[in-house]
T-cell receptor, first 110, second 114 residues
Framework: RKEVEQDPGPFNVPEGATVAFNCTYS??????FFWYRQDCRKEPKLLMS???SGNEDGRFTAQLNRASQYISLLIRDSKLSDSATYLC???????????FGTGTQLKVEL | GAVVSQHPSRVICKSGTSVKIECRSL??????MFWYRQFPKQSLMLMAT?????????EQGVEKDKFLINHASLTLSTLTVTSAHPEDSSFYIC??????????FGPGTRLLVL
């Protein structure tokens, strides 16, 4: 089983739609959780950290369920510029090593 | 904000040659840097952790004699792919532990081995 699993997509949505991505992780000792965004042929960029209480940054909302080992990202009012691959990332126990999911591809269309 | 650079951004080389990739933290010091590799349509895979002034620690399955890492200063880590072969062609990305405990990624290096 992969340490971090995501639905690869692609998710094709119209502009203005709300879209949700899910992610599960296998290591219950994982401590920190993140969503990164990766554009084609570019490096990943931090979108937001994910906290147990849930957190929001503009149109983006992240949720963490430690009991289910489940992380989600909700994007509201999606824009064309949101088209990218969204990576679920988990910090391994005992250090700052990050484990990346394979990513979920989002395509926002007119 | 914290900036990490990589050089070169892309390189094409012949099979059997060695290629050196540099990773620099431009406006902060990084005791720890990380090297990742990403094949097409796959996730980033951590290859090794580079520690300033000490030996790098490699992930399982990564050959330390093939992927030489040197972290001689607090702002520079280098990855040398020795005797590169076509299967080493990939997107190599470094990251550095920033001042706010966030990892900052370099722009990546595309390696093509012919």
């Amino acid at each position: 089983r992969k340490e971090v699993e995501q639905d690869p997509g692609p998710f094709n949505v119209p502009e203005g739609a709300t879209v949700a991505f899910n992610c599960t992780y296998s290591n219950s000792a994982s401590q920190s959780f993140f969503w990164y965004r990766q554009d084609c042929r570019k490096e990943p960029k931090l979108l937001m950290s994910v906290y147990s209480s849930g957190n929001e940054d503009g149109r983006f909302t992240a949720q963490l369920n430690r009991a289910s080992q489940y992380i989600s990202l909700l994007i509201r009012d999606s824009k064309l510029s949101d088209s990218a691959t969204y990576l679920c990332v988990v910090n391994r126990r005992g250090g700052n090593k990050l484990t990346f999911g394979t990513g979920t591809q989002l395509k926002v269309e007119l | 904000g914290a900036v990490v650079s990589q050089h070169p951004s892309r390189v094409i080389c012949k099979s059997g040659t060695s290629v050196k990739i540099e990773c620099r933290s431009l406006d902060f010091q990084a005791t720890t840097m990380f090297w990742y590799r990403q094949f097409p349509k796959q996730s980033l895979m951590l290859m090794a952790t580079s520690n300033e002034g000490s030996k790098a620690t490699y992930e399982q399955g990564v050959e330390k004699d093939k992927f030489l890492i040197n972290h001689a200063s607090l702002t520079l880590s280098t990855l040398t792919v020795t005797s590169a072969h076509p299967e080493d062609s990939s997107f190599y990305i470094c990251s550095a532990d920033g001042p706010d405990e966030t990892q900052y990624f370099g722009p990546g290096t595309r390696l093509l081995v012919l």
